[in-house]
């Protein structure tokens, strides 16, 4: 990449974040920081780079899925109140775009506690490019991607793979039960929740013993959750 197009990304990706500030979509130092720091372009390949910088889904190539908005990744991050040291799992990594800006949040590259991301796709091929696109800009050991079906949680069904954090990027008919089990108490679960055509963004707190407090934050559009726990694969 030649120098005057890294000055270009920079300031595409600073004018999207002033005006994702100026809307209320950006609220804290911590998001601001990760999506002026993570390229969208990266994750795009041969996508024109200012349309790179739009606030719109857009599509991931030959895979029928999109990478989400850029608000709706403001709007996510700032609502799952993250914090260096915690534990995240994301169902549904796409592109990795959405991957990085969640590593951004909960890991440090100083002194300070470092977390982890765990991301789940379906989609081999977007586990593979997401996986690549990942390493290449330097979070291969800060995000660990997985093939899988994540209604049903992370797969290797080991007990003790609970978690801080949970966000899906994929709309659901309803809150996966193995998501519930894996969270641990005190934990935000982020997912949009409806029919296929729309959902409400649903905001669910794991209080201690398990209990559950649903809150509806704002009408999103998301590509279908598929699997066994989703909608139907058909
Ligand atoms: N966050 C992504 C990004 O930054 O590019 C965009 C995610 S895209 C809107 C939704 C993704 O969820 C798609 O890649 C789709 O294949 C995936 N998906 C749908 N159902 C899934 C399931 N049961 N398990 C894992 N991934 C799933």
Known sequence: MGENSVNESTLLRRRLVEKLIKDGMIKTEGVKHALLKVPREEFLPKMELKRCYEDTPLPLPGTGQTISAPHMCAIMLEELQLFPGLSVLEVGTGSGYNSALLAEMVTSSGKGPTGRVTTIERIGELVDSASLNLKRLGYGDKVNVVLGDGTMGYPSGVQEEIYDRIVVTAGA??????????????????IPVGDIFSQKLTKVFKKSGGKLETKHLCDCVFVPLLGSDGHPNS
């Open 173 to 190: 008919p309803t809150v996966p039960r193995q998501l519930q089990i894996q969270a641990k108490d005190d934990a935000i679960l982020l």
